[in-house]
Every structure is written in structure tokens, then in C-alpha cells.
């Protein structure tokens, strides 16, 4: 038979949760013991995001935003992964810009008085 000082903390706490019905995180905390959270790797970079603190999309901050450059003044801004993936699916091909002004230099030189 296996000792208890051989048995890992957690595989102990998990047959005293099992033998007492009570829930595991309850006894940890009762013996002063944190418990590992498991949790989801980042869709983009791989790093492992606690289970608590992921969105439907598991993305970490720093993959959460991709950088977009305006098609005027080249300005790069950062937007959300799913308004650039919007962006890209149901208007491909069309420019992206920074700003309004942006957009109306645009917009003038392909179909206003400035068109040539």
C-alpha cells in the first residue's frame, strides 16, 4: 500500500473529496492548499490561459487585437480579431481605414472631383 506521504496533495485531496462528498476546492482551502487550475492554451500564441479568466474565444490580450494598416496614410491600428476577420470574410477586398478623414480622401479620389 502507497503512503500518504507518497500520494501527490492533490490526488489526496481528491479521495478525501471523494470519501467526505464534499467538493475538493473546499478542503483545499480548509488545508490552506492551492489547487492547480488546468487551464486553456491561447488560440494564437500558445500560452496557457487560466480557466476563469477565458472568453468564448480563448485568445490572450495580447492576441486579442491584430494590427491593421490604413489604406491612405499607411497608419497602423490595432482592432479586434473578430471585427478584422468580419471584415475580411463579408467585405473582402475592400479598403480599411484609420480614421474618417482617411476615408473621405479615398472616397474623393476614386469617386468624387478628384477622381482621375
Known amino acids: ?3 500518504a506521504k ?3 496533495i492533490c490526488n489526496y485531496i481528491n479521495l478525501l473529496s471523494a470519501i467526505l462528498r464534499t467538493p ?3 478542503i483545499a482551502k ?4 492551492k ?11 500558445g500560452v496557457s490561459l487560466p480557466r476563469g479568466a477565458v472568453n468564448a474565444v480563448r485568445y490572450c490580450p495580447d492576441c486579442r487585437f491584430v494590427p491593421i494598416a490604413c489604406e491612405v496614410c499607411g497608419k497602423i491600428r490595432k482592432v479586434p480579431r473578430a ?3 468580419r471584415q475580411k470574410g463579408c467585405k473582402a477586398g475592400h479598403p480599411r481605414f484609420c480614421s474618417k478623414r482617411c ?14
Open 103 to 116: 476615408q473621405g480622401v479615398w472616397l474623393g479620389a476614386h469617386y468624387g472631383w478628384g477622381k482621375t
Open 1 to 3: 500500500m502507497v503512503s
Open 30 to 33: 480548509k488545508l490552506g492548499v
Open 24 to 26: 475538493r476546492e473546499g
Open 83 to 85: 471585427e478584422a476577420l
Open 6 to 8: 507518497e500520494v501527490p
Open 35 to 45: 489547487l492547480p487550475v488546468k487551464g486553456y492554451p491561447c488560440r494564437g500564441c
